[in-house]
């Protein structure tokens, strides 16, 4: 069966990647495209719409979205509602608004997959963190990033913390904040017992870090993206093609790869 899929942010750096990927793929069909600037163009064979709403007055399956985190939940909500399945590349949510969107696709039936970061070798340092906090308690992320991302911490760094601060097993041993002598925010964000430190930087593309820390030794486990969208594509088609055997909310690339975590 072909699914019929469109792409928000259709004309953007990695949506335009993928739209071209999903018009290529021989069971897939694009079927809508949403970019504000590019209305009423045509890409791909398709006329690009202005708004999610107008997008999908056309029969979808699937909406991609790859616009900015002030639109992208209310996207995913939208196309819940039309009975539309969601994959969600946009970074910038938090851990209430996946909850919000997994309580509308549960009550739909529906199925979302979102990624902080759909490449391969992103998913590869989820999962390889995932194993070492089992082990190593204390561990900070370090996001980094070009001066321009508007979003802070970036989406991989975001969902990195969340799923540390779940998996992690012991306590770590960095002084509590209210110990320490200086501006609190220099100990970085807390994400849910997690530091993240985000530095935006001219010369950054976009990396991750997970650094774990015991007694005389350091664990460093980085992901560095180049400066193209390619390495997101497969990963995202990924998605699209399973999203419809999922109900609810799956956090992860890691999680299609390498099934749930359970450690």
């Given amino acids: 069966?072909?699914?019929r899929v469109c792409v928000a942010g259709a004309t953007g750096w990695t949506g335009s990647a993928v739209a071209a990927a999903v018009a290529a793929a021989p069971d897939l069909a694009l079927v809508g495209a949403v970019a504000r600037q590019a209305a009423g163009t045509a890409l791909h064979g398709v006329t690009v719409r202005a708004s999610v709403a107008e997008a999908l007055a056309a029969p979808t399956d699937v909406l991609v979205d790859y616009?900015?985190?002030q639109a992208v939940k209310a996207h995913a909500?939208?196309?819940?509602?039309r009975?539309?399945?969601v994959v969600i590349g946009t970074s910038g949510l938090s851990a209430g608004d996946y909850a919000e969107i997994d309580q509308a696709a549960r009550a739909a039936g529906l199925g979302v997959i979102a990624s902080g970061n759909f490449s391969i070798t992103a998913a590869l340092l989820q999962r390889f963190a995932l194993i070492a906090a089992q082990h190593v308690a204390d561990v900070e992320v370090v996001d980094y990033a070009g001066e321009s991302k508007p979003d802070h911490p970036s989406g991989t760094a975001r969902e990195l913390a969340e799923r540390l601060a779940a998996a992690r097993k012991g306590s770590p041993s960095a002084l509590?904040?209210?110990?320490t002598v200086g501006p609190r925010e220099a100990r970085g964000a807390d994400l849910g017992g997690v530091r993240v430190h985000s530095l935006r930087l001219p010369g950054f593309v976009i990396s991750c870090e997970a650094l774990f820390g015991l007694p005389d030794e350091r664990l460093s486990i980085r992901h560095d993206a180049g400066g193209g969208a390619q390495p997101y594509v497969a990963g995202t088609l990924l998605a699209v093609r399973r999203?419809?055997?999922?109900s609810g909310?799956?956090?992860g690339l890691d999680t299609l790869l390498f099934g749930p975590w359970t450690g």
């Fill in 83 to 85: 009975g539309v399945r």
């Fill in 77 to 81: 909500l939208a196309a819940l509602a």
């Fill in 67 to 69: 616009t900015g985190p």
């Fill in 176 to 179: 509590a904040l209210d110990r």
């Fill in 249 to 251: 909310v799956v956090r």
């Fill in 243 to 246: 999203v419809g055997a999922v």
């Fill in 1 to 3: 069966m072909t699914l």
